[in-house]
């Protein structure tokens, strides 16, 4: 059965995809089109986009189906030779109010979502040998800082009480812009123009590209979220040198301990891939044990997965089944780590942000807290009174 004609977009990946696709939403006015917004971080994301498509088709076939993302820069041809698909519009142009058939236009809100993601920067000048991500991205790009904060301000107005700003590689911000201003730079002119934005998350960031400036507000500044998630990706030095990552083992843990010195309650996130080539017992050893050594509580963890074209890719692969169970053991322990940290929380005030289901929402180290009905968007101040492994419960203070 069909549903309703109208626009929708399927968004497959990450955070600044999410972004990206409430600007798509708002280009496609009340055409009848679906848009997928794909990821190809993994074959597995690849595979979720190709599964999307299919479905979309089946719900909506007398839509038109246009394919945009990643996954469409690294095998154009083949989406764009689906029965499904329509139209292939590429990466680099899917903000391109031209090639939606619209004028330009900034949505108000976030639709669906009670925080609002704000792209500040696109693309990457690295080459970590695992990643295809500059392929389908291209090079690093800044968006200005007066966009960003009219942006930003904007969503403020529409009631917005949290904004994340994202991007892929948000901590290489500035260069390709006059004076070439840095992310921190970025964050206290927002701070300082937008004087009505309560709550500011920043996304993953690379720990080697945290100057001074950026660390103050992120130890410092109350309306910066407690909360860093970092791109480690491993804990073994070789292993990293074979990723082509710029930071060493002892630098991962010496960043997150200065961290927690200077801010005790700020909450650790990280990336981390199981399985890499050449990656043995003992390196993955190294990478395991870096979820404690960097009190890590919320992990995404990846088996390695092969990206054609990728030096990693031509490197002596590790077996499927011992990737996965590596994932699976890394899984384990930030798990742990995690319903550890929770239950510390227990009897603590936290303020959050209710999200759309109206019981639930995240402070502002992340953690998930559930709770009392809300409106959606509202901020919360909630006493924890108990803690399962994956999130806590509260009351109202």
């Given at each position: 059965m069909s549903v309703t004609a109208g626009p929708e977009v399927v968004t497959l990946g990450c955070r600044l995809n999410i972004a990206?696709?409430?600007?798509?939403?708002?280009?496609?006015?009340?055409?009848?089109?679906?848009?997928?917004?794909?990821?190809?971080?993994?074959?597995?994301?690849?595979?979720?986009t190709r599964a999307a498509i299919r479905r979309a088709r089946r719900a909506r076939p007398g839509a038109e189906l246009i394919v945009t993302g990643c996954a469409t820069e690294i095998d154009r041809e083949g989406f764009a030779g689906m029965v499904e698909v329509d139209r292939v519009v590429g990466n680099l142009d899917k903000l391109r109010p031209d090639h939606w058939g619209a004028v330009p236009i900034s949505p108000s809100r976030f639709a669906g979502h009670a925080r609002a993601f704000v792209g500040v920067q696109n693309g990457c000048d690295h080459r970590c040998t695992f990643c295809a991500i500059p392929f389908g991205r291209g090079p690093s790009r800044s968006v200005p800082a007066g966009a960003v904060v009219e942006r930003i301000a904007g969503l403020v107005a529409a009631g917005h009480r949290e904004v994340v700003l994202t991007g892929v590689d948000v901590t290489s911000y500035g260069p390709?812009?006059?004076?070439?201003?840095?992310?921190?730079?970025?964050?206290?002119?927002?701070?300082?123009?937008?004087?009505g934005l309560e709550?500011?998350?920043?996304?993953?960031?690379?720990?080697?590209?945290?100057?001074?400036?950026?660390?103050?507000?992120?130890?410092?500044?109350?309306r910066v979220m407690p909360h860093v998630h970092l791109s480690f990706q491993a804990g073994n030095d070789l292993v990293l040198k074979r990723m082509k990552r710029r930071h060493s083992r002892a630098q991962a843990v010496a960043v997150v301990e200065r961290l927690k010195r200077a801010r005790p309650e700020i909450a650790i996130g990280a990336d981390l891939i199981a399985g890499f080539p050449t990656e043995?017992?003992?390196m993955f050893a190294d990478t395991l044990?870096?979820?404690?050594?960097?009190?890590?509580?919320?992990?995404?963890?990846?088996?390695?997965?092969?990206?054609?074209?990728?030096?990693?890719?031509?490197?002596?692969?590790?077996?499927?089944?011992?990737?996965?169970?590596?994932?699976?053991?890394?899984?384990?322990?930030?798990?742990?780590?995690?319903?550890?940290?929770?239950?510390?929380?227990?009897?603590?005030?936290?303020?959050?942000?209710?999200?759309?289901?109206?019981?639930?929402?995240?402070a502002g180290n992340f953690a998930e807290i559930h709770t009392a009905p809300a409106p959606?968007?509202?901020?919360?101040?909630?006493?924890?009174?108990a803690a399962t492994d994956t999130h806590l419960e509260g009351t109202t203070a």
């Open positions: 990206e696709s409430e600007t798509i939403a708002a280009l496609l006015g009340d055409r009848d089109v679906v848009v997928v917004n794909s990821c190809a971080v993994t074959d597995a994301a690849v595979k979720q390709d812009l006059p004076g070439s201003p840095t992310f921190g730079s970025l964050i206290e002119r927002v701070l300082i123009l937008v004087p709550r500011l998350r920043l996304s993953s960031l690379d720990s080697v590209e945290i100057d001074e400036r950026l660390f103050a507000l992120m130890t410092g500044e109350p043995d017992e003992a044990a870096l979820v404690d050594d960097c009190d890590i509580v919320h992990a995404h963890i990846f088996p390695y997965s092969a990206r054609a074209g990728t030096p990693a890719a031509r490197m002596p692969q590790v077996a499927h089944e011992v990737r996965r169970e590596r994932a699976a053991r890394l899984r384990a322990a930030a798990a742990a780590r995690k319903a550890a940290w929770l239950r510390e929380l227990v009897g603590s005030n936290q303020s959050i942000v209710i999200e759309r289901s109206g019981i639930k929402g995240h959606p968007g509202s901020v919360q101040r909630v006493r924890v009174t």
